[in-house]
């Protein structure tokens, strides 16, 4: 999928401390929870990949800070919703099933652009509401 | 004169953003946590422990969430310390404000619109 080049230049210009160590090639692969993919944590455009690029799902590991690894939860997290940061950069915000945390991450170069487009239409998909918003305008 | 005043903090509350005093029940007697004007809230519950939050940061509205039964959540984040929170919308909240939290993204999507086209 074609990328604009802003975006790219975005995703290059800082890599962040990551917590995770080194391991070996496969030690940093993960199975995405809602989809059951094979996921290696490296990921065009951020340090450090935390959502499945195919289904967007994720796990609930982190506490406070992105990679801490420091939750006991473990539970299932949905990608619930999409905004767009101050900088225009898309943000996925993900809520666990199991105890109803929210965190918010950045997208991945490789993210399903079906399924970030499909999340950012989900509060339009509802016309009646458009309809009402339109009449009041 | 203080009876009026106390009544008036239990019942209201000031916006954090915009100023507007807020009856903290709402038409549908729900309760009330951020601006029916500007969707603003301030972070005063602290999620993870239960109970009041000392922080009281102004919590600036992020997304619109949208639950299976079709209802929609406003996400909050405290400008102060990062905490998220996730809210009921409430019938009487501002609509445009609302539908234009919903299209923000789409103002500046990631990848060329174009790429969508042969579905
Ligand atoms: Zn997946
Ligand atoms: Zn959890
Ligand atoms: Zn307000
Ligand atoms: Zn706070």
């Known amino acids: 999928m074609p990328r604009r080049t802003r975006r790219d230049e975005a995703h290059h210009q800082r890599r962040k401390e990551v917590l995770h160590a080194a391991g070996g090639h496969r030690a940093n692969d993960f199975r995405c929870v809602g989809c059951r993919?094979?996921?290696?944590?490296?990921?065009p455009g951020t340090a450090h990949r935390n959502h499945c690029p195919n289904c967007l799902a994720s796990l609930h590991v982190d506490r406070r800070i992105p990679g801490d690894r420091d939750s006991a939860c473990r539970g299932r997290m949905?990608?619930?919703?999409?905004?767009?940061?101050?900088?225009?950069?898309?943000?996925?915000?993900?809520?666990?099933?199991?105890?109803?945390?929210l965190s918010t991450n950045r997208i991945a170069g490789?993210?399903?652009?079906?399924a970030l487009m499909q999340l950012a239409l989900k509060p339009l998909q509802d016309t009646e509401r458009a309809s009402r918003t339109l009449l009041a305008l | 004169m203080s009876n009026t005043s106390n009544t008036?903090?239990?019942?209201?509350?000031?916006?954090?953003?915009?100023?507007?005093?807020?009856?903290?029940?709402?038409?549908?007697?729900?309760?009330?946590?951020h601006c029916p004007s500007c969707l603003h809230s301030r972070h005063v519950t602290d999620h993870v422990e239960g109970g009041p939050s000392d922080c009281e940061g102004r919590m600036t509205p992020i997304a619109i969430a949208?639950?299976?039964?079709?209802?929609?959540?406003?996400?909050?984040?405290?400008?102060?310390?990062?905490?998220?929170?996730?809210?009921?919308?409430c019938a009487d909240d501002n609509q445009l404000m609302l539908m234009r939290m919903a299209v923000r993204p789409l103002a500046q999507p990631p990848f060329p619109l174009e790429a969508l086209g042969s579905l």
């Open chain 2, 66 to 89: 949208v639950l299976r039964t079709g209802d929609w959540m406003l996400v909050h984040r405290c400008v102060r310390c990062d905490e998220l929170t996730s809210n009921p919308v």
């Open chain 2, 8 to 33: 008036l903090k239990i019942h209201t509350f000031t916006c954090a953003w915009c100023g507007l005093t807020v009856t903290r029940n709402a038409a549908d007697d729900s309760v009330r946590n």
């Open chain 1, 78 to 101: 949905e990608a619930v919703a999409i905004f767009a940061r101050q900088d225009g950069e898309w943000m996925i915000v993900h809520q666990c099933l199991s105890c109803d945390e």
């Open chain 1, 37 to 43: 993919l094979t996921v290696s944590v490296r990921a």
């Open chain 1, 110 to 114: 490789d993210d399903n652009v079906l």
